[in-house]
């Protein structure tokens, strides 16, 4: 069943009224959050909403770059300790096999003598 409203134009639907107060109180809450949010100036608005993204890129910006030297940093400091490890650990191969009281060389006995284990053999 529905309700018809008189309405000095016609006829109206009592629906119709409803579907347009529904609408006008759409709109209306919709300019509000914007003007709670971005202020009552559209121009303003627009002009702080570039601001906004401005700022937000470079705050964006400079976090990327400082993840990016902490990261170079970081390896860099990682490789340095790598390198010195492995010459640290050459030079200890290397001490092992060269000891430092090493001539390369036999001297011999310090009066020139050897002693040799089987007996020499004179001609006869």
């Given at each position: 069943?529905?309700?018809?409203?008189?309405v000095?134009?016609?006829?109206?639907?009592?629906?119709?009224?409803?579907n347009?107060?529904?609408?006008?109180?759409?709109?209306?809450?919709?300019r509000?959050?914007?003007?709670?949010?971005?202020?009552?100036?559209?121009?303003?608005?627009?002009?702080?909403d570039?601001?906004?993204?401005?700022?937000?890129?470079?705050?964006?910006?400079?976090v990327?770059?400082?993840?990016?030297?902490?990261?170079?940093?970081?390896?860099?400091?990682?490789?340095?300790?790598?390198?010195?490890?492995?010459?640290?650990?050459?030079?200890?191969?290397?001490?092992?096999?060269?000891?430092?009281?090493?001539?390369g060389?036999?001297?011999?006995?310090?009066?020139?003598?050897?002693d040799?284990?089987?007996?020499?053999?004179?001609g006869?």
């Amino acid at each position: 069943m529905s309700v018809v409203v008189q309405v000095v134009g016609g006829p109206v639907l009592a629906s119709d009224y409803d579907n347009q107060l529904i609408e006008s109180v759409t709109v209306r809450r919709n300019r509000l959050l914007g003007a709670l949010l971005y202020g009552e100036n559209p121009n303003e608005r627009r002009w702080m909403d570039s601001v906004r993204l401005f700022l937000f890129s470079v705050a964006a910006a400079a976090v990327i770059a400082a993840v990016c030297v902490g990261y170079s940093f970081v390896s860099n400091l990682l490789e340095e300790n790598r390198q010195k490890q492995e010459e640290q650990r050459r030079q200890q191969n290397s001490a092992a096999y060269h000891p430092a009281d090493h001539r390369g060389y036999d001297a011999g006995p310090a009066d020139g003598r050897y002693d040799v284990p089987f007996p020499m053999q004179t001609g006869s």
